[in-house]
């Protein structure tokens, strides 16, 4: 199936859904997401702050729920080695 041909209202239960899984699943690393699928959350909020014409802070807002300081402070740890590595490979394999 094209995801041009995906209408609105699925996309958009889909990326709800998808934002309010990664705001449940602190656990999961933005270095983690990275070294896996080459986005983290800092990305996706990016995009949706590109797609809304609002600012990166507030794009991030909404998908952190609430600001990225806070949420960093509350969750992120400090990355590994191994971790900074598989995320440095990941970012090889995104289009340019």
Known sequence: MDINNLDDATAAN???????HLQHRTDA???DLMGLAGFCRNCLGDWVA?????????????VYG???ADWKAQHQQPATEDQL????ESLTRNPR
């Open 14 to 20: 889909a990326f709800r859904r998808l934002v309010r």
């Open 29 to 31: 690393q933005n270095v």
């Open 50 to 62: 590109e797609a809304g014409d609002m600012s990166t802070d507030a794009g991030r807002a909404f």
């Open 66 to 68: 609430m600001p990225y």
């Open 85 to 88: 590595r598989r995320m440095a």
